[in-house]
């Protein structure tokens, strides 16, 4: 009998039901998380998991999903969950996105500092599910090279010494880019947009100089003001409730594979 044969669903039901959602988000995570065993665990199992879930701050913050190990060739495999709310959203948009995104190569330059024994290249997943009744899935494969990893972080660098720089300069409001408002679109444009164009910008307030993670960078990219206004008045996409479903899934993934390991 496989590791997989062997998961105890009865702790991982009691996980689910505790995950602070509606009922029909738990419907849909455990349906996610019975398709996501089913489409990638058999195959995760024949590698050593080497780490679930871990985080550090150095050299930048990251949250590394799970990794796991070839036992024959030693070759390194990073698997990223990616929940959405419906299927559409795993379109050919998202799969553009996910390939584009620098946070892969990133994630891959800081495995090294963790694991010794980490050789170039590193195999990269994004797994991307909907947590519905009948999930829809997407796997974006992808080999990250060490010169990309290196590229990567010099980019990253790159960003925080723009960053430090306004906070030397100390002047406020920050360079503000209106093409940043709503570059999403009017269902997300900037929260912020009012206070900025509207003469009421927040006076007080310099973020603290930290490592950047990926998502800070991305939203300094998007206009520093914005990342300086979501700083000072400590607003995070993670306090968003549309997340509240994905941080479930997560935590439900990490018991899964916990068991397996």
């Not at 906070?167 to 929260?191: A, N, Q």
């Not at 993670?213 to 003001?225: G, L």
């Amino acid at each position: 009998m496989s590791k997989v044969d062997q998961l105890d669903w009865d702790v991982i039901c009691d996980v689910i039901s505790e995950q602070p959602v509606p009922e029909w988000d738990q419907v849909g995570i455990c349906a996610a998380a019975d398709k996501a065993v089913q489409t990638w665990a058999v195959e995760d199992v024949k590698r050593e998991i080497i780490g679930v879930e871990f985080a550090d701050e150095f050299p930048y913050p990251f949250r590394i999903d799970l990794c796991t190990r070839d036992k024959d060739t030693g070759a390194y495999h990073i698997a990223d969950w990616k929940s959405k709310g419906d299927k559409r959203k795993l379109d050919d948009r998202w799969v553009l996105r996910e390939s584009r995104s620098k946070q892969h190569k990133l994630y891959s330059a800081a495995l090294p500092l963790l694991f010794p024994d980490v050789t170039f290249p590193i195999h990269y997943e994004v797994r991307g599910i909907s947590l519905e009744e009948r999930p829809g899935i997407l796997t974006v494969p992808m080999v990250i090279t060490a010169e990309q990893a290196r590229v990567a972080q010099a980019d990253l660098r790159s960003i925080e010494a723009h960053r430090d720089l306004l906070v030397s300069l100390g002047h406020i409001p920050w360079t503000r880019d209106e093409s940043g408002c709503r570059c999403f679109g009017e269902m997300y444009k900037c929260e912020f947009e009012a206070t900025c164009w509207g003469g009421e910008s927040v006076l007080l307030g310099i973020p603290e100089q930290k490592s950047l993670s990926h998502s800070s960078s991305k939203e300094f990219r998007r206009c520093p003001e914005r990342y300086r206004l979501l700083k000072v008045c400590a607003k995070s996409e993670d306090d968003d409730q549309r997340t509240a479903a994905g941080t479930a899934f997560h935590k439900v993934m990490e018991v899964i594979y916990n068991q397996l390991k």
